[in-house]
């Protein structure tokens, strides 16, 4: 039996390629229907990222961005969703390092008052979060999980308990980017997380098409989309097209929304 939607979490990098131009896409993404958009904070070392999305990340970097720049961002992105009555929910993707440097209970109000729903923070674990998870619920905020192939069912079952109101499913092991395949290997891993866990499955990591995501109705409740976001807005910005317009098309092409 199929689910009556599927979801989709988007994904951006902050001031990639520009403040103005990441803000015009992440308002093009959430127009388009996506339920979740992640906001990726850029850092030095993006040791999950594929090379597309650490590309963007050096590129912002080199921009000038920094953490202030990005709750400045967030600000903005809030209040315009607000303005058009847009719900998507605001999620920061970020490392470890990010936090520590600015604080991370400075980071998690400051992310509250942005109007932040949630965080994804890969390299914090559960065993050595620095009290991300206790202090995320603290202030208000979902600290999403992070189940990756080798995770045991045991550990499974733990960050269920632990996580917030969804846990992040990584396809498979390695990089962001575009090599995943739906196929029974894939599928057999998603039913051994669904007989431990009990929170929805937002699946990522090379999701990057419809037929992809057609594949996965009835399957997983989410699909995570981010370096062919990511590349989109590269080739758009690149294009002198309206990225904003063009995200928006691109986000209903992945939802199946006809025009």
């Known amino acids: 039996m199929k689910e009556e939607n599927i979801k989709l979490m988007g994904h ?4 990639f390629p520009s403040f103005g131009e990441s803000l015009e896409a992440a308002l093009g993404i959430a127009r388009g229907g996506a339920e979740y958009l992640e906001v990726q904070f850029p850092f030095s070392d993006p040791n999950a990222d594929g090379v597309v999305i650490a590309s963007a990340c050096e590129e912002s970097l080199k921009n000038g961005f920094n953490t202030d720049l990005g709750f400045e961002f967030l600000q903005r992105l809030n209040e315009a969703f607000k303005q058009r009555d847009i719900k998507t929910k605001i999620l920061i993707m970020t490392y470890g390092n990010i936090l520590f440097a600015y604080g991370i209970e400075k980071f998690l109000k400051k992310a509250k008052e942005c109007g932040v729903f949630g965080l994804i923070v ?33 550990r499974m079952e733990k960050l269920d308990r632990a996580t917030g109101s969804l846990i992040y499913v990584v396809a498979r092991n390695g990089i962001t980017g575009d090599g995943t395949s ?28 419809r037929e992809q995501i057609d594949a996965l109705y009835g399957i997983v409740p989410i699909v995570v989309v981010g370096s062919a976001f990511v590349r989109m807005i590269a080739q758009s910005a690149e294009q002198k097209v309206n990225l904003q317009d063009r995200l928006y098309q691109f986000t209903r092409e992945l939802l199946g929304i006809t025009f």
Do not use: C, M, W
Request: hydrophobic residues 35%; glycine residues 4%.
């Open 12 to 15: 951006i990098v902050a001031s």
């Open 122 to 154: 890969p390299d914090l674990s559960l065993q050595n979060d620095e009290r991300l998870f206790e202090l995320s619920k603290k202030h208000g905020l979902e600290n999403i999980a992070l189940i990756a192939p080798y995770t045991d069912t045991k």
């Open 182 to 209: 739906i196929d029974s290997t894939l599928l057999e891993y998603i039913k051994r997380v669904k007989k431990h866990t009990t929170k929805p499955i937002a699946l990522g990591f090379g999701i990057h098409s």
